[in-house]
């Protein structure tokens, strides 16, 4: 099974800022469904490319797809307060 990522993103204010990030941890897929379990309301964050994506059948429903190399283009759409998990398998 995949091992998946979690982060806060810290934003400056106004802004598109993807500084000051904390340490990004490996986390299993249990604990992150613990993260759901606990109510915290993780985003999952889906990275891959769109060829991958296009081709897969394992997508989390409810998660948000940023193309890891469009991810700092498109910050402002990730919420904020929140868990992040990203993952790409």
């Not at 994506?53 to 498109?74: K, T």
Request: aromatic share 8%; glycine share 8%.
């Amino acid at each position: 099974m995949p091992a998946c990522v979690a982060a806060r993103l810290n934003f400056g204010r106004g802004g598109k800022k993807l500084g000051d990030l904390r340490e990004p941890v490996r986390i299993s897929p249990e604990e992150a469904w613990r993260l759901v379990e606990e109510g915290r309301a993780p985003v999952f964050l889906d990275t891959r490319n769109a060829r991958h994506y296009a081709q897969s059948d394992v997508q989390i429903p409810g998660s948000l797809y940023i193309w890891r190399e469009e991810l700092e283009a498109r910050i402002e759409e990730v919420p904020r307060g929140r868990p992040i998990v990203t993952y790409c398998a």
